[in-house]
Nanobody, 128 residues
Framework: QVQLVESGGGLVQAGGSLRLSCAAS????????MGWFRQAPGKERDFVAI????????YYADSVKGRFTISRDNAENTVYLQMNSLKPEDTAVYYC?????????????????????WGQGTQVTVSS
């Protein structure tokens, strides 16, 4: 069992930066690949980024590539999402999640169905 708690969301102007954190409970954090998703009002929950168990591999949605960076600290049981050059379309509730593997078949785990544990979410609002 893994419990996840996100923090770091808030209101920021377009072009600004935020750093989200996701703290995990338990001693099994390093056994999971960790991902970030986001959900805007009235829309589906979309994949943002994933990082492997060791942190050696990452994968991003095209919409955030070059602007967002996912990282993790296994000693601190925490995964981060550094978000730079934020745009109004980045406004959403951001969720962290734990998946058993980085890859699902030949591709990184980008579907919500591939993740076993979820946090409660943190709101990010980007004003224009």
């Amino acid at each position: 069992q893994v419990q996840l708690v996100e923090s770091g969301g808030g209101l920021v102007q377009a072009g600004g930066s935020l750093r989200l954190s996701c703290a995990a409970s338990g001693r099994t954090f390093s056994r999971y690949a960790m991902g970030w998703f986001r959900q805007a009002p009235g829309k589906e929950r979309d994949f943002v980024a994933i990082i492997s168990r060791s942190g050696g591999s990452t994968y991003y949605a095209d919409s955030v590539k070059g602007r967002f960076t996912i990282s993790r600290d296994n000693a601190e049981n925490t995964v981060y999402l550094q978000m730079n050059s934020l745009k109004p379309e980045d406004t959403a509730v951001y969720y962290c999640a734990a998946a058993p593997t980085f890859y699902s078949g030949s591709y990184p785990s980008t579907s919500v169905y591939e993740y076993d544990y979820w946090g409660q979410g943190t709101q990010v609002t980007v004003s224009s």
